[in-house]
């Protein structure tokens, strides 16, 4: 909500959380989550062990992942690699397993009451994390508590491979596979202007200010050849 001051016209926000509605598009069975999670640390706790990985383990309520272990997990595996940042191929690696495991996982309790939740296995570039729920279910339950309809809806994102988190997302909307903030921009200006009608006046992005020249002054070095003939004639 917006309150407007009718002297100075400025506009105060006040942000009221509606989280409470997201439980109605979507709310996983809490023992479920637990029994997937302990599923995906059996498998990355496995993968480190393989692959003799410096990496943490850091468990959340809905969430699992690995990252770089520092000292201890040097000490852990004196041989591996992962102390400050580990390899692609590793965590890549990592993820397919973890993706075959929880695959397994979901077969096993898929016809009991308590089924699998959907979730997300992927390498975020330094670490591998399995989210519960993935960008299909955020997504489509955000469309659906804005009641849009799917042609409405576009997803933006960089990670579309198998081992990315965007990839779910490609099931419910449209989706622009981007690679850096640049290109997000550039879409973002061709949705305000093709679809919305934004004038190009409206879109041009102000220009970064220049810094002032320095008044310092600047000796330049003098040639090498110059400075020995110096030295010669100095010593002579």
């Known amino acids: 909500t917006a309150i407007s001051d009718s ?3 400025k506009l105060t926000y006040t942000l009221i959380s509606n989280e409470h509605l997201w439980t109605q598009v979507w709310n996983p069975d809490p023992q479920a989550v637990t029994h997937f999670l302990d599923a995906a640390e ?8 393989d692959l003799q990985l410096r990496a943490r383990l850091i468990r959340k309520s809905r ?15 004196p041989t591996g690699a992962g ?16 993706q075959a495991d929880l695959l397994t ?15 997300c296995a992927f390498n975020g570039g330094n670490d591998v994390f399995c989210d519960i729920g993935n960008k299909r279910v955020g ?13 409405s ?5 960089d990670q579309f491979l198998n081992t990315g988190n965007d990839f779910a997302a490609r099931a419910c909307c449209p989706c622009v596979w981007i690679t850096n903030e640049v ?30 020249p320095s008044s310092e002054v600047v000796h330049e070095r003098e040639p090498k050849a110059k400075q020995s003939k110096e030295i010669c004639a100095a010593t002579k």
């Open 183 to 212: 290109e997000t921009r550039q879409v973002l200006k061709h949705i305000l202007r093709d679809a919305l009608g934004a004038p190009d006046a409206a879109l041009k992005e102000p220009q970064p200010t220049m810094a002032p």
């Open 105 to 119: 996982h979901c077969n096993q309790v898929g016809q009991t009451d308590r089924p699998a939740p959907p979730f």
């Open 7 to 9: 002297e100075s016209g």
């Open 42 to 49: 059996a498998s990355l706790t496995s993968s480190l062990s």
């Open 63 to 77: 969430a699992i992942g690995i990252v770089s272990g520092g000292k201890e997990g040097k000490a852990l595996f």
């Open 153 to 157: 809806v576009l997803h933006i994102g």
């Open 83 to 98: 102390s400050t940042s580990m390899p692609r191929e590793a965590l890549d690696e990592v993820v397919l397993r973890l």
């Open 139 to 151: 997504v489509d339950g955000l469309r659906k508590l804005l009641d849009l309809p799917t042609s």
